[in-house]
């Protein structure tokens, strides 16, 4: 869309993933198994089953980018539990996200059979390496780097949620809005935007 690609400024969709891709793959690489089974801020998900997801949206979001079909109905494949070597095939797969959005055409017409604007979805993949990976960090008790390198991947991200926001709430993949403070950065009201808590600090 327009609008999304105006804010987006200078950096297209591959950019800003490749951007989020440099928080979230170091923090799957440093999981260690014994907080596989910590709760996280996205309260339908433990950690395993965070990661699990993650790896189901780096692989069918580089289909939707070649114009192909996604599935994400069913089960979610348990790449955490079966497959040895999962944190660095996850490293692997997200490298294969960026490229794939980065090929000429991807941020062209629509994605797949979804029938949405490419640049929206691709804004989607975006959504879920930040703000999972943000629920990721939280949830083992590791710092996420916010500092003025993400700062395009959260202006993106703030018109994405604004746009999305009414019908992921009614489907249920947002929570309702938290209310933050006068004084709250850009990236606290984004998360709030997607009905997290900025100040989640984990619940045993």
């Not at 997801?53 to 996604?70: D, I, N, P, S």
Request: overall charge negative; proline content about 7%; charged content about 20%.
């Amino acid at each position: 869309m327009d609008t999304e690609r105006a804010d987006s400024g200078k950096y297209g969709i591959a950019e800003l993933l490749g951007m989020a891709r440099e928080r979230v793959v170091p923090l799957v690489a440093g999981l260690p198994d014994g907080a596989l089974g910590a709760s996280t801020p996205c309260a339908e998900y433990d950690v395993k089953a965070l990661v699990n997801h993650l790896f189901q949206v780096v692989v069918e979001f580089q289909k939707l980018a070649a114009k192909g079909t996604a599935d994400f109905s069913g089960a979610v494949p348990d790449l955490v539990g079966t497959e040895p070597g999962w944190r660095e095939r996850f490293a692997g797969e997200t490298d294969r996200l960026v490229a794939a959005w980065a090929a000429p055409g991807a941020e062209e017409g629509v994605a797949g059979g979804w029938g949405m604007p490419a640049p929206l979805v691709g804004a989607m993949a975006l959504l879920d390496l930040t703000v999972h990976g943000w629920d990721l960090a939280r949830a083992t008790g590791v710092p996420y780097p916010v500092d003025e390198e993400l700062a395009p991947v959260v202006d993106r991200l703030a018109v994405t949620v604004a746009e999305l926001g009414p019908t992921a709430r009614s489907t249920g993949v947002f929570g309702e809005p938290v209310a933050v403070g006068a004084d709250a950065s850009a990236f606290e009201r984004l998360l709030a935007g997607t009905g997290r808590d900025p100040g989640w600090a984990g619940r045993g």
